[in-house]
């Protein structure tokens, strides 16, 4: 079955990096699109960035473009996102989710179980 | 950017309907897709593509699409349906996934 498990996340200062990890297993992901969104505590879901399959194309949200970066290793079968310059209002659950083996524009059927990212002095 | 507007709330009671709205400009010639978030609980894909279901969602939910208004209608609702519902799009003007603020369903 397919599976998505986020690693990474924990206590960081403002203005600090933190590299998440999202294992996944049960399907080739070579062939999947994959994108990260994140929930601040008690707030909406917001997408923060998309992979192609390939790696070869990346989009970002407005609020961590320049910030943030998206990768992948399909070989390690993982995903990943760097997160430099980091603020107060980055705190959240970052999830992983994969979207379509098509197009970067069709919806996430497959959601990891998140990890906690705290900026905080 | 594009914007989604849900209501932040909606009740019902068991066994009736609920609506669960999600407006945008001209939203009815995109593609809108809907994830029901449980508490403590990462979110599940209910509808994609206005009104298709995927495997394991029961028939009781559906969606329309049309003008600036999009609907997910869940029937005959459970108190297991009380969970929090998003809608999305993607706004290929910006290459940007949105989403909608958020229904909190609550089961009366």
């Known amino acids: 079955q397919v599976q998505l498990v986020e690693s990474g996340g924990g206590l960081v200062k403002p203005g600090g990096s933190l590299r998440l990890s999202c294992a996944a297993s049960g399907f080739t992901f070579s062939d999947y699109y994959m994108n990260w969104i994140r929930q601040a505590p008690g707030k909406g879901l917001e997408w923060v960035s998309y992979i192609s399959s390939s790696g070869s194309t990346m989009y970002y949200a407005d609020s961590v473009k320049g910030r943030f970066t998206i990768s992948r290793d399909n070989a390690k079968i993982s995903l990943y996102l760097q997160m430099n310059s980091l603020r107060a209002e980055d705190t959240a659950v970052y999830y992983c989710a994969r979207g379509s083996r098509y197009s970067g524009s069709l919806p996430f059927d497959y959601w990891g179980q998140g990890t906690l990212v705290t900026v905080s002095s | 950017s594009y914007v989604l507007t849900q209501p932040p709330s909606v009740s019902v009671a068991p066994g009736k309907t609920a609506r669960i709205t999600c407006g945008g400009n001209n939203i009815g010639s995109k593609t809108v897709h809907w994830y029901q978030q449980r508490p403590g609980q990462a979110p599940v894909l209910v509808i994609y593509y206005d009104s298709d279901r995927p495997s394991g969602i029961p028939e009781r939910f559906s969606g329309s699409n049309s003008g600036n208004t999009a609907t997910l209608t869940i029937s005959r609702v459970e108190a297991g349906d009380e969970a929090d519902y998003y809608c999305?799009?993607?706004?290929?003007?910006?290459?940007?996934?949105?989403f909608g603020g958020g229904t909190k369903l609550t089961v009366l």
């Open positions: 999305q799009v993607w706004d290929s003007s910006s290459d940007h996934w949105v």
